[in-house]
């Protein structure tokens, strides 16, 4: 049963600590998304990765966040230093990208961040 | 810009009730569009999708939808709810990218 993991499940941290959020993208997907979801804003595309290279990160502020591909099977959001506003559950997707448009994307369980 | 419209925040239903959740775009080009539902502390799961041929679409757990161009509507139905339906659906849209664009989002609540 493929599906897309993502470890920490929770994760409590304290203001200006580091995060770092994995994904394990779905064997064989070549676009991986990171999405950010709260009750106020919704939710936002933070960045997105075909065949590992960054194609957009429009929605990730540049400062504090980082996004990363060491390999397919690997990607990173990084957060360095937290604040409180981040506090949010943070989404990975995968998906086949052979169809830009169409293409369905599979969602992770999400990890839920806490700062303090 | 596109942008996707969830005019209900919350609907109520009872159970075996019929149930619609609405969803307008805005997109001045030809548009993929999306249902996805999350269950209680779960991710995104893929309900049904129109990308072109039939304005009716089927999805899974006996969910459907119709595209309505000329009222740029992408509406949910289902003839009958079952309590296990009660979570968060979104609608989304994209063009001829990768990215989604999601509306905001309509809790169902299935009573007994």
């Known amino acids: 049963d493929a599906r897309v993991t993502q470890t920490p499940r929770h994760k409590v941290t304290e203001m200006g600590q580091e995060v770092t959020m994995r994904c394990q993208p779905i064997?064989?997907?070549?676009?991986v998304f990171w999405y950010r979801q709260t009750m106020m804003q919704g939710l936002e595309l933070l960045a997105y990765?075909?065949?590992?290279?960054?194609?957009?990160d429009s929605g990730m502020p540049k400062d504090r966040f980082s996004a990363e591909m060491p390999d397919a099977t690997l990607a990173t959001l990084k957060i360095q230093p937290s604040e409180p506003r981040d506090s949010a559950v943070y989404f990975c997707?995968?998906?086949?990208?052979?169809?830009?448009?169409?293409?369905?994307?599979?969602f992770g369980p999400g990890t839920r961040l806490t700062v303090l | 810009a596109q942008s996707v419209t969830q005019l209900d925040s919350q609907v109520p239903v009872f159970e075996e009730a019929p149930v619609e959740l609405r969803c307008n775009y805005s997109?001045?080009?030809?548009?993929?569009l999306f249902w996805y539902v999350q269950y209680p502390n779960q991710g995104l799961q893929l309900l049904l999708k129109?990308?072109?041929?039939?304005?009716l679409v089927k999805g899974i757990n006996g969910f459907e939808a119709e595209f309505n161009k000329s009222q740029t509507s992408f509406h949910l139905r289902k003839p009958s709810v079952h309590i296990s339906d009660t979570a968060e659906y979104f609608c989304?849209?994209?063009?001829?990218?990768?990215?989604?664009?999601f509306g905001t989002g309509t809790r169902l609540q299935v009573f007994p």
């Open positions: 997707a995968s998906g086949l990208g052979q169809a830009p448009g169409y293409n369905e994307q599979f």
């Open positions: 064997l064989g997907h070549n676009t």
């Open positions: 990765f075909r065949n590992r290279a960054p194609l957009d």
């Open positions: 997109s001045s080009v030809s548009v993929y």
């Open positions: 129109y990308l072109s041929g039939s304005t």
């Open positions: 989304a849209v994209s063009l001829n990218t990768d990215k989604l664009i």
